[in-house]
């Protein structure tokens, strides 16, 4: 499925693959649209709205994130009908990970027994094990780091799978109305993110050989940890 759906947009600059379904799209449409999952995201969204109420920070935290989602091209407002395709909806959730929040689509959120990341294909064996490129920093004299900034952000979902990254967030910060958004990038919260983001880093590499050096490409293969 990946190979045939990872393309490189050229007016967005970035690469667009599609979710990699265990059953394929036709399938697992058939499941998870007659499945309520909208009524569990606005009932987590609700409790989220509660939890906000409680803690400041965290409330400040959740709109700054969306606020830049929105700014950078990230979500819109779902409009369009995708009937026919996957549909599903995602709450979000605000995580406290290492003296911050986190914000988070859950797709392992469940309606009745069935979640999204059930029916997604999260390993294909794809990912750099932690563990090579640390010891790949032991080999030289010196090393560094560095890091690609929301780097499943940045990868575009294939028009077609956008529907089921649907969810919920508040018309303003009175919380008082929701509003039905649509993520475009891959989602922190999918199991299939990793997976998708280490085959269009090997897809790159593969690409840029005839530009840069080997070696550049086998450094990005083999040592770029997802």
């Given at each position: 499925q990946l190979e045939e759906s990872v393309k490189w947009d050229e007016g967005k600059g970035k690469y667009s693959a599609g979710l990699p379904y265990k059953y394929g799209r036709e399938k697992t449409a058939e499941i998870l649209n007659n499945v309520n999952s909208q009524a569990t995201a606005e009932r987590r969204?609700?409790?989220?709205?509660?939890?906000?109420?409680?803690?400041?920070?965290?409330?400040?935290?959740?709109?700054?994130?969306?606020?830049?989602?929105?700014?950078?091209?990230?979500?819109v407002v779902e409009k369009q009908d995708k009937s026919g395709n996957p549909i599903w909806h995602l709450p979000c959730h605000l995580v406290f990970q290492k003296g911050k929040y986190r914000f988070c689509h859950d797709g392992r959120a469940n309606t009745k027994g069935i979640c999204l990341n059930d029916f997604l294909i999260s390993d294909l064996n794809l990912m750099v094990p932690i563990m090579d490129p640390i010891n790949n920093m032991r080999s030289y004299l010196y090393s560094f780091s560095t890091d690609i900034k929301g780097f499943f952000h940045n990868i575009v979902v294939d028009e077609k799978d956008q529907g089921a990254f649907r969810y919920y967030w508040y018309k303003d910060e009175t919380m008082q109305e929701l509003v039905l958004y649509v993520f475009l990038g891959f989602i922190f919260g999918s199991s299939a993110s990793p997976t998708v983001s280490s085959f269009v880093l090997k897809r790159h590499s593969k690409l840029m050989r005839s530009i840069f050096s080997d070696r550049v490409c086998d450094i990005i293969e083999k040592y770029f940890y997802v």
């Open positions: 969204a609700w409790s989220l709205k509660r939890s906000m109420e409680k803690i400041p920070e965290k409330k400040s935290k959740g709109f700054a994130e969306m606020e830049k989602f929105i700014k950078e091209g990230r979500t």
